[in-house]
């Protein structure tokens, strides 16, 4: 099974012009979005819409936008909408929606749903790999991630560089709060930082379910409680204790279409 999904708009705009930059960028993306999506195949733009993987895993697409249905299907996804209303691409509340679908916290049915599958591989929508059964076959235990394509061997690496960005940097100053409180306890600030962006859980022996969705949980519950959406600084604390379920690769070894 492989999941994937996009919630706002067609794609992101600046949320504040600071620059002649985010003024090119927004009519850019303005633009684009008024483009229809046989247009934005014609013209080789590429959109929030994947195609979907090569292989004959099953895949869905979740939204919370309605309008892009027929893209979503025309492009060899299953659709299934998310009622939730439709931000701007890069906002706070888009991102932490998209969570919802990263780790697993979905309603009961679609779960079980799921669950009806040995591997749940998830992909970010720019993240998109083909080679699905290679990705499973590396799954040696519960879960499978990537390290970040620059090694990073702290989880202040993370915090720095993810103040760049305006809907990280937000929340930052709680969020270092909330870590600091965390690494007072049996968590190190000292641990490999990983990357979100393909996340394989295999979903066949009960214990390992539980431990999956017990570190599911944790990320996604702090950044809900922390209004903070870059889950890696999350993901690098909470794994910690869950190592026995997860094999880490090189970034490099699983490839995607975009190279990223």
Partial sequence: ????????ERYNKPTKIKSWFDFKV???VTIKSCLPAWAAAFANIQTVIPNRPDDLSRSIFFT??????KEILAKGWEYVYIEKGITNGESIDSSLQAKKVKFLQLDTKTLADL???KYIVYMDSRRITDNISNLA????HGILIRFTPREKNSIWDEV????????????MDKTIQFLNVKLQDDY???NRVMNTGILVYKVDVPETKRMILKLCDEVYSACIA???PECQIFWCLFSQHYNDIITKVEFDTVTTRTGL
């Fill in 160 to 171: 720095n560089e993810a103040k760049s960005q305006e809907r990280y940097a937000r929340n």
């Fill in 137 to 140: 076959e590396r799954c040696e």
């Fill in 26 to 28: 927004k009519i850019k």
């Fill in 188 to 190: 190190s600030e000292n």
């Fill in 64 to 69: 919370n936008n309605q309008s892009l249905k």
């Fill in 115 to 117: 669950f009806n599958y």
């Fill in 1 to 8: 099974m492989v999941i994937s999904c996009w919630f706002g």
């Fill in 226 to 228: 922390l209004d903070q």
